[in-house]
């Protein structure tokens, strides 16, 4: 580095020759070597280095005073923080009004119809009523067994169930209760045997499924048949459809206005206790009734206490087939019907609730 940025050039000796005096003892001044070795200042002699610092240290108090002058000069209080403006009545938005969960229109259609089917069935000819009750026990175990092999991998045999099932209701028409019972042994015979089929690896799980839907959906069906057989049959089995329809009704209807309370959250979280007990009182009325000017030899004392059977089943044939659901993690169990979804979808509140009403009119009115 070149001596002259550091000031001005030395003139004798190792830091220069004094002004006047003899020259100091020792080895001749070499001024090449005296420009080559001077050492460096360890304090630079920049007269604005230390001023440049103290600078940046005013320039960064000054922004902490204007940051902390910020800071200070909102509000110090909650109730100086500026709100915003109320909205006007006529801006406020209008409360969500509840809405049921299905197409009502389509629901009240699809209900309308399948009513007037079954009822046209029903006191026009016996025999045509058994059919719809068979092909509605077919499509049911369709949808069943469709369901448990797309969720759970259990093929349950369709085959048997479907013949078996048929079979099962006519049966029960025919030969009564003596003859459902041969039915479902035979059809869960059919199902262990039609498996054997197949591979022997979830044997156990597959014939367990089809025993448990050959019970659950045509046995329990057959009840609706072994009804028809009475003189009054016909008149019966409007009063088991009438009587379960207007549960369901009363339920959905007081339920959707007044529920607050839920009936079973881990069930069915729509379901409340507001709605058990309108099912309840409008089952109960209708069933009075329909006792009284429905049924030969029936009476209203009984037609309270064969609506609040009805609507007790139907509410846990409904909170049953919601547990299956929930297994499965479906919402409907087909698509068949719009507004309603699948068959099994509006035979969970019928399937249980008929060897109810049949022991109920046995014991009260007699079974002829």
């Known amino acids: ?137 077919v499509v049911g175990l369709w949808e069943l067994t469709s369901r448990l092999e797309e969720r759970k991998q259990i093929k349950a045999p369709l085959v048997p169930l479907a013949v078996g099932g048929a079979a099962m209701v006519v049966a ?7 003859g459902a019972w041969v039915a479902m042994a035979l059809t869960a015979l059919a199902v262990l045997v039609w498996r054997m089929t197949e591979p022997p690896e979830g044997y156990l799980k597959d014939v367990t499924a089809g025993v448990f839907a050959a019970f659950y959906v045509p046995f329990l069906a057959t009840f609706v048949a072994m009804m028809l057989t009475a003189d009054d049959g016909p008149q019966r089995v409007l009063t088991f459809l009438m009587l379960t329809v207007v549960s369901d009704t009363g339920a959905y209807a007081v339920g959707w206005r007044f529920g607050k309370h839920k009936l079973a959250p881990r069930i069915s979280p729509g379901k409340t206790r507001e709605g058990l007990v309108g099912a309840v009182t409008f089952a109960m009325a209708a069933g009075a009734l329909c006792m009284q000017f429905l049924i030969d030899d029936g009476t209203w004392w009984q037609g309270l206490l064969l609506g609040f059977a009805v609507a007790a089943s139907a509410t846990l044939g409904d909170l049953g087939e919601s547990m299956i659901k929930r297994d499965l993690g479906i919402k409907d169990m087909g698509t068949l019907l719009p507004g309603h979804g699948g068959i099994m979808d509006r035979l969970d509140s019928l399937l249980p609730t008929a060897p109810v009403v049949w022991l109920l009119f046995v014991v009260f009115v007699g079974s002829g």
């Open 1 to 137: 580095m070149n001596d002259s940025s550091w000031g001005a050039p030395p003139r004798a000796g190792y830091w220069g020759p004094p002004d006047q005096g003899p020259a100091p003892a020792g080895p001749a001044y070499d001024e090449h070597d005296a420009q080559q070795t001077r050492p460096m200042p360890i304090v630079p002699d920049f007269p604005d280095a230390g001023r440049d610092a103290e600078d940046r240290n005013d320039r960064d108090e000054h922004n902490d005073r204007d940051r902390g002058a910020a800071r200070l000069s909102g509000p110090l209080f909650r109730d100086e923080i500026p709100q915003e403006p109320m909205p006007t009545p006529q801006s406020a938005p209008e409360p969500e009004k509840k809405r049921a969960g299905r197409d009502l229109r389509a629901a009240i259609a699809v209900g309308a119809g399948l009513g007037a089917v079954i009822v046209a069935s029903l006191f026009i000819v016996k025999a045509v009523f058994v059919g719809v009750v068979a092909v509605a026990v």
């Open 172 to 178: 029960g028409y025919v030969r009564g209760a003596e």
